[in-house]
């Protein structure tokens, strides 16, 4: 049992180059997220999906794109990489009209450099 | 405007005495509160939840206690142990309409060190 599984998990970009992050979940959940997590910052809410081809905007959205094409993945694009962007990355799974009494399900996270 | 907040970075505690750890929030509308564990290079995961209808929720050696008059909540560990070493990570939720999503607001966290 996989859980939520994130690729890749180490990433050096320059700057303004593009890339990918994938997370692949296989739970069957309905819910996904994108958080970044900064020192001394938390984690904080990038986009969100509530299910298979919706996605939504959340707390830091700028400079990211996202796509949910299947249920069971979340890609998290960036078009033109910042410095700024320099963060570890974490998807996050969780069931559909649940309370989240039992939380999340957060990936290992990717760690990304832009230099 | 940070709504969950974790005011210690740090703790440092011996083993087998209680650890303590806070969270305030500021927005009423949390109506649901967790508790994330995360290890080094690994993703949070869950530990203990409570509901706002509660004041206390308790699973083995963690407690979580709820106030909901002042807004605040703490995690109590009984007894720490040197595996317990971790950040952790206060974390509310309201439940946004139309969408049906429980989004998540985390604190910074608090860094526990359970000294030998």
């Known amino acids: 049992n996989a859980g939520v599984t994130q690729t890749p998990k180490f990433r050096v970009l320059k700057t303004g180059q593009s890339m990918t992050l994938l997370c692949a979940q296989d739970?069957?959940?309905?819910?996904m997220y994108w958080y970044r997590q900064d020192p001394g910052m938390g984690l904080r809410l990038i986009h969100y999906s509530v299910g298979e081809g919706t996605t939504a905007k959340g707390e830091v959205p700028d400079g990211y794109n996202v796509s949910r094409l299947k249920k069971q993945n979340f890609l998290l694009g960036l078009e033109s990489a910042a410095p700024s962007q320099t963060s570890v990355y974490f998807c996050?799974?969780?069931?559909?009209?649940?309370?989240?009494?039992?939380?999340?399900?957060f990936g290992s996270g990717t760690r990304l450099t832009v230099v | 405007d940070q709504q969950v907040k974790q005011n210690s970075p740090s703790l440092s505690v011996q083993e087998g005495r209680i650890s303590i750890l806070n969270c305030d929030y500021t927005n009423s509308m949390f109506d649901y509160f967790l508790w994330y564990k995360k290890y080094p290079a690994e993703g949070p995961t869950f530990l203990i939840s409570?509901?706002?209808?509660?004041d206390k929720n308790e699973d083995g050696r963690f407690t979580v206690f709820l106030n909901k008059s002042a807004k605040h909540l703490s995690l109590h560990i009984v007894p720490s142990q040197p595996g317990d070493s971790a950040v952790y990570f206060c974390?509310?939720?309201?439940?946004?309409?139309?969408?049906?999503?429980?989004?998540?607001?985390f604190g910074k966290g608090t860094k526990l060190s359970v000294i030998p």
């Open positions: 996050a799974s969780s069931k559909m009209g649940r309370r989240p009494n039992y939380g999340y399900t």
């Open positions: 409570i509901s706002s209808i509660k």
């Open positions: 739970m069957n959940h309905e819910y």
């Open positions: 974390a509310a939720s309201v439940k946004y309409s139309g969408a049906g999503s429980y989004q998540l607001t």
